[in-house]
């Protein structure tokens, strides 16, 4: 059975610096890794899709990168800004169920000006 | 584009009734899923549906079922409603059913049973 893992579970950094999310999963027999947003209250915003032949994925100041072998992924936010500050959620779709995204229970984000 | 629109936005129900959310999927997309999260916890699967046919389901007891019509929206229907159905409820629809299809979510519906 697939299980996801985040830590930490909340982060606290002020604004301009340079942070990295971390996930890690139990089976590494994927078809790929999704990084979301969450802001409170709301649905899930997709950042990043890296699929399993992929090492990493990049849009703006964000980096995801994935070690299938390892079972882990991480994500970099460059230049974090108060408006980053959300719930970040990492997803694997397994080959074993592929119907599904088995979601970790999330980092709580927090930008200090 | 319209993207996936769920209602209503929010609702509270008393325990042992019964309860109906919408979604509609993005435009172009054939394929929806629900999943169920509680506060504080990621979302957890509850099924899928495919050209109006339920084509995966999680760990969740028959009371939760669903449909899916011909213009490929869908709704949840939970039945005998428990204290622990409080949570938000998400919809997202992808392209298709292949794994590589990214989902796109909606902003869900939160749920309250008293």
């Known amino acids: 059975k697939q299980e996801v893992t985040q830590i930490p579970a909340a982060l606290s950094v002020p604004e301009g610096e340079n942070l990295v999310l971390n996930c890690s999963f139990t089976?590494?027999?994927?078809?790929?890794l999704q990084w979301f947003r969450q802001d409170p209250g709301k649905g899930l915003t997709s950042l990043l899709l890296?699929?399993?032949?992929?090492r990493e994925q990049t849009s703006g100041r964000l980096n995801a990168s994935l070690d299938k072998s390892s079972g882990r992924s991480t994500l970099y936010i460059a230049a974090s800004q108060p408006g980053d500050s959300a719930t970040y959620l990492c997803?694997?779709?397994?080959?074993?169920?592929?119907?599904?995204?088995?979601f970790g229970q999330g980092t709580r984000l927090t930008i200090n000006p | 584009e319209t993207g996936v629109t769920q209602s209503p936005t929010h609702l509270i129900k008393t325990r042992g009734q019964q309860v109906t959310l919408r979604c509609s999927s993005q435009?172009?997309?054939?394929?929806v899923s629900w999943y169920q999260q509680a506060l504080g916890q990621g979302p957890q699967f509850i099924f899928q549906?495919?050209?109006?046919?339920?084509?995966g389901r999680g760990n969740f007891p028959p009371r939760f079922s669903g449909l899916q019509f011909p213009n490929y929206s869908s709704e949840l229907n939970v039945n005998a409603l428990e204290l622990d159905d409080s949570a938000l409820y998400l919809c997202?629809?992808?392209?298709?059913?292949?794994?590589?299809?990214?989902?796109?979510f909606g902003n869900g519906t939160r749920l309250t049973v008293t």
């Open positions: 549906y495919y050209r109006e046919e339920e084509n």
């Open positions: 997202a629809s992808s392209l298709s059913d292949s794994p590589n299809s990214p989902l796109h």
């Open positions: 435009s172009g997309h054939n394929t």
């Open positions: 089976d590494s027999a994927i078809y790929n």
């Open positions: 997803a694997v779709r397994g080959i074993q169920g592929a119907q599904k995204l088995v």
């Open positions: 890296i699929q399993s032949s992929q």
